[in-house]
């Protein structure tokens, strides 16, 4: 059975740093790209960013990048998102993804591939 279980969220300044951990097991973990996709109150999910299976290449959405970082450790089966200079546009939550074979990597993929999600919030 696929897990995705996402950790490290909550309430933060603005300004402020989160690290994000994806715990996943039930597959391969090393050789499936993964995303990060985050939900606002009310709005619609978006993707955030982007990495490859081996770690080599990553992507990040515009407003994030420079203060988001995505990394992996295969060994551990373990996503991470770290997020510095938090604003409240930030808050969401946040879930990982396996990202499908065949789809664009900015693409947000179905909520099968979502794991639970992990809640943050900025706000003074």
């Known amino acids: 059975e696929v897990q995705l279980v996402e950790s490290g969220g909550g309430l933060v300044q603005p300004g402020g740093s989160l690290r994000l951990s994806c715990a996943a097991s039930?597959?391969?973990?090393?050789?499936?790209?993964m995303s990060w996709i985050r939900q606002a109150p009310g709005k619609g999910p978006e993707w955030v960013s982007f990495?490859?299976?081996?770690?080599?290449?990553?992507a990040y959405k515009d407003s994030v990048k420079g203060r988001f970082t995505i990394s992996r450790d295969n060994a551990k089966n373990t996503l991470y998102l770290q997020m510095n200079s938090l604003q409240p546009e930030d808050t969401a939550m946040y879930y990982c993804?396996?990202?499908?074979?065949?789809?664009?990597?900015?693409?947000?993929?179905?909520?099968?591939?979502w794991g639970q999600g992990t809640q943050v919030t900025v706000s003074s």
């Open positions: 993804a396996k990202r499908p074979t065949g789809t664009r990597i900015t693409s947000v993929p179905s909520q099968d591939y």
């Open positions: 039930g597959f391969t973990f090393g050789t499936y790209d």
């Open positions: 990495i490859s299976s081996g770690g080599g290449s990553t």
